[in-house]
């Protein structure tokens, strides 16, 4: 029977309340104005799962690249695969993405829309995706494959078993040319159905592909009839909406990991049979870590720091973060950092060529270092007030503690901080406790280990520090009159005052004056790695001090 059925009255027959055509969506979300060389960028995330440093590394070139250009950086929510959706993972991209001061010109929350190229979550723009996808079937592009699940897992069995590559082509595209009438009486019939799009490409074609980091590519013609449109929800496919959706929304720029690469030539065919420009693309290598002897691809199930959460439980600054990320984006950001210390990570000139080609390798120590340093730079009260932020959500036990004794915490935490060459101490803020516990007395005298280095003998080490607390010291002293009357006492009790005259003649002295110092210390504070005991003794003044001697005596 001759097939009378336009193209155009079939894609009416599917989508017969979609009225608008492509071109009213070209007139609704015109070029922007912007200023030549300005990059409309986007990070896009899928929220079936939470926020990973992949994600982190996207947003923040993303934002780079927008920011140093006088562009745009948006925010889409690309929610169409809705069966794996995670509860809470949307709350948690905006969260993260406000952290870290990664903050969108354009985007979709709660209701409210801000820019003029939304919606910008993807479930709520279904009408847009029917009218191209309805474009597709009018112009012979796209067509309604009946398809059954039990039909397409027959299908990938077969293929996988004769080693060939997996989807529906060639003789596996069984609808792909039943008449237009037979199609419609089989959707009149409420047979189920996906729409797939129509490639006209050959496998054993090549074309050239040219990726901002990579170079160029050659690679084959796609041929896949891939669905672009669900049945069960009539959303559509991720690989079709982000090609609608990048085209309205005039993104010029597409930061993504390289393992979308492999797409490239569906992408490319898509893009090609609308006539839309398509955007210049940036892959970024897999970020890798050292486990042991090997280098691995890190791992969202394995590795907790490849989670978005692990950063901010730890208490790493935002901006550590993102040195990090940057760090490992670009070979020569460390450089530049160094160079510009107080510039806005964002005014960096991020270049794709820069960007490793074989993988990303992140390091935890070397975020540690980074950290230290912006956490070594911040004033005392600063700091305390960024780690008071942190344990009240946290540590209430060390939120607790902190807020109770502030000055006291601000104290010890400028100890030798106002300096050149400021103490480096602290990874991140979680890091903190475990170093200026002793400074409180409900937590000095809880569980007691001391360990004093060369002077064992108790009776020795009491008799040391209560003679100095008890006819020494005295807290207006400044510090070169505290350190005189150490070596006073060093002297009087047969410990060398002077290192050199120590190792010539160490046998002639009990010890020396670091040893002698040590006692004072670990009895103060149970540790012999503290920083300066000047100044810890200065906070924790003569009455504590003579307290604590007392509890180690009865305990030790």
Known sequence: MRDNMTNQELADLIFPNINKTIEDYEEIYPERNLKEGAKVVRFAPSPTGFMHIGNMMSAT???????????????????????????????????????????PDEYEFDGNIVGNYGPYIQSERMEIYHTFIKHLISIGRAYPCFLSSDELNQIR???AKSKKRIGIYGRYAKFRDVSNEEAAQRIRNGEKFTIRFRSEGDFNRKFIFEDLTKGKIEMPENDIDVPIMKSENLLPTY?????????????THVVRGEEWMSSVPLHFELFKAFGFKMPKYIHTSLILKKDGDIIRKISKRKDPEALMFYYEEKGYPAIAVIDAVLTIANSNFEEWRQNHADTPFY????????????????????????????????????LYENYLTWAEKYDEHVYEL?????????????????SKKPRKDYENYSSIFSKIWYMYDEEWDRELHYDFGCIQDKDEIVRIVREYLHNYYCETDS????????KELCDKMNYASNMKEYKENPTKYKGNVADFTTAIRVVLTTSSMTPNLYDIMKILGSK?????LEIFQEKY
């Open 239 to 251: 690989h079709f909406a982000h090609v609608v959706d990048d085209h309205l929304m005039r993104t």
């Open 402 to 418: 902190i807020h109770k004794y502030k000055s006291d915490t601000v104290s010890f935490l400028n100890i030798e901080r106002e």
């Open 347 to 382: 005014e960096f000139p991020f270049s794709p060529k820069k960007m490793s080609s074989s993988g990303a390798l992140f390091d935890l120590d070397k975020l540690d270092n980074i950290s230290k340093n912006y956490l070594a730079k911040m004033k005392a009260e600063e």
């Open 479 to 486: 510090e070169e009159e505290w350190f005189l009357k150490v």
């Open 157 to 159: 069995e077969y293929q």
């Open 61 to 103: 070139i993303n934002y780079v690249l927008a920011k140093s250009s006088g562009g745009v950086f948006y925010l889409r929510n690309e929610d169409t695969d809705q069966a794996r959706s995670v509860e809470g993972a949307v709350e948690f991209i905006y969260h993260t993405l406000n952290h870290y001061g990664i903050n």
């Open 544 to 548: 504590r001090m003579l307290k604590r």
